[in-house]
């Protein structure tokens, strides 16, 4: 087992006395590192990986262990934590029943994204966004999907997202919830100048080709919030629905659907307790 806590998020120290207490009932053997360690630890001998934070600690802890194959169970510290399925205060109940081998596993696609003419590539979870470069205050972006000219849009900013991503900075822009078994892309634009540019659900097998539109001097790429470079006039960004998933554990019985009607507080109450 793999640990990773957040320092300094409220919590972290009690969660992390209750970890290491189930762990030694259960015969556990566990390896704590920091976020900056995570990115440097091996596969080797890892069943599953522990992270402790909100969203971004998850993210950070998927894009360092793409490829491993190894599920990520999240135990929220922060505020809304759609990636985080385990309450700070039900780590002492609810992780000793999924080490009894009672939970579920959500797998979740991840989005390949290339810039035309270099080398680097790159695997988002959430989202890729093309945004105005400093300076400026929106960005016109030309929209192909499967090939074909979908529209140029004139927006604040565009995303392309993820079934997972669906949850974060899309759904903030407007985008609808997709349910992560399903392989898809959200193009949603970030306050379009036409009000009549609308989220759109792009199918698996469509890729999603962004260049900027003439006259446009460059865009911001950034890559589940970070910056990776910058869209010029002559490229290209490419984003398909990628080959690896990212696995999330969850409690038995409550997967996305549930997860969504608490943050969203959809039965009452914003923060209404399952």
Known sequence: MLVCLRR???????VAMVLRSIFAQAGVQARWVSESGLARAKRNGIDAVVVGGGDGTMLHAAQATIGWGVPLL??????????????AGEVGTV????LRGRYGVSSRTVL????????QAWSALNEVSVGPQAGQLMVRVLVKVGGEVLSEYHA?????????GSTAYSLSAGGPLVSPRARAMVLTPVCAHA???RPLVVGEQEGVEL???????????????????????????????GRPVVRLIHPAGFGFYGLARQKLGWSGA?????
Do not use: C, Y
């Not at 300094?8 to 009690?14: C, D, E, F, S, T």
């Open 8 to 14: 300094g998020k409220p919590g972290a120290v009690g």
């Open 74 to 87: 999240g135990i929220n510290l922060g505020s809304l934590g759609f990636l985080t399925s385990v309450k």
């Open 95 to 98: 992780l000793p029943e999924i």
């Open 112 to 119: 390949s994204v290339r810039l035309t003419g270099g080398r």
């Open 156 to 164: 604040d900013g565009l995303l392309v997202a993820s079934p997972t």
């Open 195 to 197: 009000m009549a540019q």
């Open 211 to 241: 260049s900027l539109s003439p006259g446009e001097p460059m865009a911001v790429v950034r890559v589940d919030g970070k910056k990776v470079g910058n869209l010029q006039r002559a490229g290209t960004l490419r984003v398909e629905v």
């Open 270 to 274: 914003a923060g209404v307790e399952r």
